[in-house]
């Protein structure tokens, strides 16, 4: 008998597994580190749209794990959300959400509004209780007009014309709540937020590299990927590297011979057909 | 008919080696509109005939061909409401399919999936097959592809192909005007005038749908302005 009607989804977090992880602790398991993304995050409103920054700097611990990592996700042609948080968490939150909001434009026949990203973000976001570490700037440009959100890992969100989240939040809200005012052109709001994020970069341990910017206006979206690149690469070496022979010591040698050959026997009975 | 009495239950199999369920399912396709689909060098046609049960229908609110992904397009021939239903499973098919590779999926892919819905509503019980034949016309790295599907969920790549009431009119004028060397736009002519054929009434933009896909990969249906000016073209 064939499944006949898809059974409705339990919602909430399921929490079979606590008193098990919870022992596992106990006995002493170290957790292994999630990778995190430092970051800086930022999102203006300006006259004709939005614009949406991001660093480019992923952290594991102390270590940095990916040079140049792309904060800005897709959502929908004129819909972009830049994640701060647990890497992976941002990557599938967003690209479930996109997936969600193309099969909500079949089903309409209309282009995607930043309020529907919203809803499907919060909700996924609450049910999960905030073990899903994603904080989001959720930005695009519908038919409604712009739109700036930020969404929190437990699922509040905030309707705001200029966003900043991340570790690097505060030295980026510096610039915005000292710069920002309402009708800024575009270059005006692309390099405010090139500026924000860059104090992101410099002021924030966690946040480094790169700057990426997104400009989303009505009909168009520009996705400036590197769009600066304040902490280029000095020290490569022309001559190269040579390694003399002797150059590391030795402490200790072992030689091991290699086992005589096995030999292999033929015969035997042929398997089953 | 001599099978009757096995005729009642989808899952019971006739002496005869039939389901006479599926052919049944296949007669509600065969009354269904005239539908058809061309594979050209370059891109695909497919057409529908769209015939409102009354003219105080708002015939702008009716759209019979559908997408399934940017790339692929489907007609039907046949009921419906049934055709929703698939082509609501073949989008979400074809998104996890996106969220698991990163790829858009190929057409033979979403082709295949789609069937084997359709087979699994003819193995199943308490549930009676899709009354409805698709046509899916794509374009992928394997350039341009025309499938139909039946209710049995059987599949089949075809150059050019027909369903619904004028089927064998149909096919026999797409036999003779078909061509290996012909081009997206001799497709969309030819295809009009197929639909010519067997047409009770005024054709025009307003009672036919068109869709086409072509090198841009795009796949988009028609305005009935552009349907009247093909119309103009091939009077």
């Known amino acids: 008998m064939g499944r006949m009607t898809e059974l409705p989804t339990k919602g909430g977090f399921s929490f079979d597994l606590c008193t098990r992880n919870d022992m596992l602790l106990k006995n002493g398991l170290q957790m292994p580190p999630f990778r995190k993304t430092g970051t800086t995050i930022v999102g203006l409103v300006f006259q004709d749209g939005v614009v949406l920054g991001a660093d480019t700097r992923a952290t594991e611990g102390p270590i940095v794990a990916d040079k140049n990592f792309e904060k800005i996700h897709f959502m929908a042609p004129n819909i972009y959300c830049c994640g701060a948080g647990t890497a992976a968490d941002t990557e599938a939150v967003t690209d479930m959400v996109s997936s969600q909001l193309q099969l909500h434009r079949y089903a309409t026949g209309r282009e995607s509004r930043v309020v529907t990203a919203l809803t499907l973000l919060k909700s996924h976001l609450f049910s999960y209780q905030g073990h899903v570490s994603a904080a989001l700037v959720l930005g695009g440009f519908d038919v409604t007009g712009p739109h700036l959100h930020t969404v929190y890992p437990h699922g509040s969100t905030d309707t705001l014309p200029f966003a900043t989240m991340g570790s690097g939040s505060l030295a980026a809200m510096s610039v915005f709540e000292s710069k920002y005012r309402e009708g800024l052109t575009r270059e005006e709001g692309i390099e405010l937020v090139a500026e924000a994020i860059c104090a992101g970069i410099f002021n924030d341990l966690g946040s480094g590299s790169n700057v990426d910017v997104c400009v989303i206006t009505e009909g168009k979206t520009e996705y400036l990927r590197n769009y600066q690149l304040p902490n280029p690469r000095t020290y490569i070496s022309s001559k190269g590297y040579t390694f003399v022979k002797g150059q590391t010591e030795v402490l200790s040698t072992k030689i091991t011979s290699i086992q005589p050959k096995v030999e292999a026997v033929e015969g035997g009975d042929a398997m089953e057909e | ?235």
């Open chain 2, 1 to 235: 008919m001599g099978d009757s009495q096995y005729s009642f239950s989808l899952t019971t199999f006739s002496p005869s080696g039939k389901l006479v369920q599926i052919e049944h399912a296949l007669m509600a396709v065969g009354s269904g509109q005239t539908s058809l689909g061309i594979k050209a060098t370059n891109g695909v046609v497919v057409a529908t005939e769209k015939k409102l049960p009354s003219i105080l229908v708002d015939e702008t609110s009716v759209q019979k061909i559908q997408l399934m992904t940017p790339n692929i397009g489907v007609v039907y021939s046949g009921m419906g409401p049934d055709s929703r239903v698939l082509v609501r499973k073949s989008r979400k098919q074809a998104q996890q399919y996106f969220r698991l590779y990163k790829e858009t999926i190929p057409v033979t892919q979403l082709v295949r999936e789609t069937a084997t819905v359709m087979q699994e509503f003819t193995q199943s019980g308490g549930v009676r097959p899709f009354g409805v034949s698709l046509l899916i016309a794509g374009y992928d790295d394997n350039g341009p592809q025309l499938y139909q599907v039946d209710p049995s969920g059987s599949y089949f790549s075809w150059k050019a192909s027909a369903m619904g009431k004028n089927v064998s009119n149909a096919k026999t004028f797409l036999e003779k005007r078909y061509t290996e060397v012909m081009e997206l736009e001799d497709a969309i002519h030819t295809a009009i005038l197929t639909l010519k054929e067997g047409f009770e009434g005024q054709i025009s933009g307003k009672n036919i749908e068109i869709g086409i896909i072509g090198t841009d990969r795009q796949f988009r249906v028609l305005s009935s302005s552009e349907i009247d000016d093909y119309l103009a073209e091939v009077e």
